[in-house]
Each structure stands twice: as C-alpha cells, then as structure tokens.
C-alpha cells in the first residue's frame, strides 16, 4: 500500500519561502511520477509541479521561476521549494503519485502566506 506524508507548511510572511516534503512508502519510489497539487478555499484542486522518474520537471504557470519540485531517492522523498511566496499561494497542499488506472494522496499540509 502506498503511503504519502507531507510536511513543511505553516504561517509566512509575503515574500518568505518554505520548503515542503512528501515522504513515499510501499513503493519503488524511484520508478514513480511525483506531483504537487494545491487547493484554495473554495477553488478546485490545481497541479503545480511534477517531476518524473529521469527528474524533468514542469510547472504551473502561476509559480514558475518561484518554486522548484525535487527529489532523493535515497530518502523517498520529494521536495517543493517555495520562494517569494504570495497571499495566493494559501492553500493546502498535497503530494500525489498517480498509477494505472489510480492515483494515491497524502492528508496535505496547510501553507498560509500573511502579513
């Protein structure tokens, strides 16, 4: 069974950075396609950032040049470095690995950015 624990989130100030993990179990984490999502208070849930198993990366528009999806796959673990964040990045934010025909989450983590 695959498990996703996110952690990381918390209260910023605008223009603060944050560094999320999602750590991986009961997978070949390696083989994996990782992605982050994120869901605002009333917005449907939007992909920010995937890596795949060879590490290309794609991003949202919305935070290009600001956030940067890694991983080790030594540890399990993907990483979302969030820099210069802004008010609109409040959101929980989930790590997901999608498999044929079915897709796995973890419990998400709250990031607020606010003065």
């Known amino acids: 069974q695959v498990q996703l624990v996110e952690s990381g989130g918390g209260l910023v100030q605008p223009g603060g950075s944050l560094r999320l993990s999602c750590a991986a179990s009961?997978?070949?984490?390696?083989?994996?396609?990782m992605r982050w999502y994120r869901q605002a208070p009333g917005k449907q849930r939007e992909l920010v950032a995937i890596i795949t198993p060879e590490n290309i990366t794609n991003y949202a528009d919305s935070v290009k040049g600001r956030f940067t999806i890694s991983r080790d796959n030594a540890k399990n673990t993907v990483y979302l470095q969030m820099n210069s964040l802004k008010p609109d990045d409040t959101a929980v934010y989930y790590c997901?690995?999608?498999?044929?025909?079915?897709?796995?989450w973890g419990q998400g983590t709250q990031v607020t950015v606010s003065s």
């Open positions: 997901n690995t999608p498999r044929p025909g079915t897709e796995y």
């Open positions: 009961g997978t070949i984490f390696s083989f994996n396609v």
